[in-house]
């Protein structure tokens, strides 16, 4: 389904990082679904779901490092 964003909107480069339990959770994820969609086709469905909710949803990161700027020197 990656082409409705091809079609629908100026693409512009992004990229993250994830690690190995993160990435692993998303091909799992990506294992259900019925065309096993490309790691980015993936994320742009989860992100879209996410943000369609109706109220903010609170949730636990399991990111430990702190914000940029507060790393201790």
Known sequence: ?????IKTMKLKR???????DWLKALDDWRAQQPDL???????RRLVDTALKLPKKVEFQSKVTNPPIGRRPR
Do not use: G, N, S
């Open 37 to 43: 969609p490309a790691r980015a086709e993936a994320i």
């Open 1 to 5: 389904m990656a082409t409705r964003y």
């Open 14 to 20: 992004f990229e993250m990082r994830a690690d190995a």
